[in-house]
């Protein structure tokens, strides 16, 4: 059982709007910086967001991080077909572990 | 441009030790300002933090996984290491190998990854 927990799975139309939450503790979250990753079939984990919400060069506003106390949100909107995959959160915790979340399963109906 | 890549073998049998080794290219590996790190997954699992490293040597590992593991450098053909001893069929797994940023000493992102290696545990 992840340290981080995420929702399964999301699903939305194309060009909606869909939030994924990461939920942690004072351990991790709440005092260590929040990324996320994208993650395709068989290709390497992408990094989407760093520093809770920052946005890598190349990476499109549609992606954007949020981090509240222990917790943290990754918000895509417009929607795309490409936009299907598994989304995953991740940080440092005071144990000297890095943790990451279960995973989240986005579908683009 | 970073570029990372693992390598090693694809089959390991039960109960014996897998070794992979990432080779970095295209940027500093010997810098104060990153960890180096393994992650896997486990077919139609999620990813999982194996342990990172630093160009020191100094390690730090998953708990699940510590009493098993080792990760080691080599600054001179900057590359780092994994072993993973006593493996059984749980261990069968996409192998990534990854950079982690530092910021005050913590980690604080896994920027730049390798391509993944699957590493079947089976007679």
């Known amino acids: 059982q992840s340290m981080l927990t995420q929702p399964p799975s999301v699903s939305a139309a194309p060009g909606q709007k869909v939030t994924i939450s990461c939920s942690g503790s004072?351990?991790?979250?709440?005092?260590?910086?929040v990324s996320w990753y994208q993650h395709l079939p068989g290709t390497a984990p992408k990094l989407l967001i760093y520093?809770?919400?920052k946005r890598p060069s190349g990476i499109p506003d549609r992606f954007s991080g949020s981090k509240s106390g222990t917790s943290a949100t990754l918000g895509i909107t417009g929607l795309q077909t490409g936009d299907e995959a598994d989304y995953y959160c991740?940080?440092?915790?005071?144990?000297?572990?890095?943790?990451f979340g279960g995973g989240t399963k986005l579908t683009v109906l | 441009q970073l570029q990372l890549q693992e390598s090693g073998p694809g089959l390991v049998k039960p109960s014996e030790t897998l070794s992979l080794t990432c080779t970095v290219s295209g940027g500093s590996f010997s810098s104060s300002n990153y960890y180096w790190g393994w992650v896997r997954q486990p077919p139609g699992k999620g990813l999982e933090w194996i342990g990172t490293v630093y160009y020191t040597g100094s390690t730090y590992y998953n708990p699940s996984l510590k009493s098993r593991v080792t990760i080691s450098v080599d600054t001179s053909k900057s590359q780092f290491s994994l072993t993973l001893s006593s493996v059984t069929a749980a261990d069968t797994a996409v192998y990534y190998c990854?950079?982690?940023?530092?910021?005050?000493?913590?980690?604080?992102?896994?920027?730049?990854w390798g391509q993944g290696t699957l590493v079947t545990v089976s007679s």
């Open positions: 520093d809770n919400d």
């Open positions: 990854a950079r982690l940023p530092l910021r005050y000493f913590d980690p604080v992102k896994f920027d730049y």
């Open positions: 991740g940080t440092w915790d005071r144990s000297l572990i890095w943790v």
């Open positions: 004072s351990s991790n979250i709440g005092n260590y910086y």
